[in-house]
């Protein structure tokens, strides 16, 4: 019988809360109205909740002897091959938001995924599938298949003999993350230029628009500072111990993904939990037509 400290204890309740979260989420954008950028929110949510599930079997499983343990069964090796399945379309996703709402807050157009959406999802899973057939190809050849464990999931690839797997997670990421911040950044200017106006022109379908684009702002905040909690680590710790404390803490950060996005998309009628002004209830496209200030 496995024995869990309080941390592991901590990180497994975490993460299950947060799946059962991603799940109700799910469903609820599934039910819910066609809206922008709803599909490619659907596609991040199923990206988070597949990252976190797959670190979740070997922690249970092993518990406190996680890294003495790990290869006792391929469990631990299955677990990163699937994580590694699920980040780029995490981060990749999370950058299409940040352009699709920045593109909307410039033009006032609010096409641009019905546009888009076939060109950009195949070419983010296609780039998923090709990096993940190239690096099982080349860590079938390393021990535990290039997997170094850490003490609480098997997501820490083992950077000193997979350089490879390194740079073409940090690189990547960090252009990624620089980018988001920069078109996050400009949002916000917009957005706050569009809030004050919204102050001399209250009404409840302006209410929605701006509360359903600053939902998705600040899902792009929350976003840029998880890949940088998560990215630094990586960069500070390469070819080290990855038992760093730093290292634990981006794992919780990670494990929290479903409850951020949840205070921020949990509702459809009412407004965000820790956003009271924000409705999240799209604006139909009678509605757009009909009225031609856009608060997108």
């Known amino acids: 019988m496995p024995k869990y400290s309080p941390i592991i204890i901590f990180y497994i309740i975490l993460q299950l809360i947060s799946l059962l979260l991603l799940t109700i989420l799910i469903f609820l954008l599934f039910k819910s109205k066609s809206h922008f950028a709803k599909w490619t929110l659907f ?11 797959s670190a979740l079997p ?47 807050l410039v033009t006032h157009r609010l096409d ?3 546009k888009c959406f076939w060109y950009v999802s195949g070419a983010i899973w296609l780039y998923t599938i090709i990096f993940n057939i190239i690096e099982i190809s080349r860590s079938s050849k390393q021990k535990n298949w290039g997997v170094k464990v850490s003490p609480l999931n098997c997501k820490a690839t083992d950077w000193s ?34 809030w004050k106006n919204f102050n001399n022109n209250m009404n409840r379908t302006t209410a929605i628009r701006l509360g359903h684009a600053v939902r998705l702002q600040i899902c792009c905040v929350t976003i840029t500072a998880m890949f940088s909690l998560n990215l630094i680590p990586r960069i500070v710790f390469f070819n080290k111990n990855v038992d ?52 997108l």
Not at 43 to 53: K, P
Request: charged residues 10%; aromatic residues 16%; hydrophobic residues 50%.
């Open 161 to 194: 003999i997979n350089l490879v797997s390194f740079y073409a997670y940090v690189i990547p990421t960090s252009m990624i993350t620089f980018i988001v911040a920069i078109m996050t950044c400009h949002s916000s200017v917009i957005l706050y230029r569009r």
């Open 112 to 114: 641009i995924e019905k």
């Open 43 to 53: 596609q991040l949510f199923i990206s988070a909740f597949g990252n976190g599930f």
């Open 244 to 295: 760093s404390p730093i290292i634990t803490f981006g794992s919780f950060t990670i494990a929290s993904a479903g409850i951020i996005l949840f205070l921020i998309f949990g509702t459809n009628t009412r407004a965000a939990i820790f956003l009271p002004f924000c409705y999240y209830v799209p604006p139909d496209k009678q509605r757009i037509q009909e009225e031609p200030i856009c608060i």
């Open 58 to 104: 070997p922690i249970i499983m092993y518990g406190n002897e996680l890294v003495d343990r790990a290869f006792d069964s391929p469990l631990c090796i299955i677990s990163n091959k699937i994580s590694n399945n699920t980040i780029y379309p995490l981060e990749l996703f999370s950058l299409v938001i940040t352009f699709y709402l920045w593109h909307v």
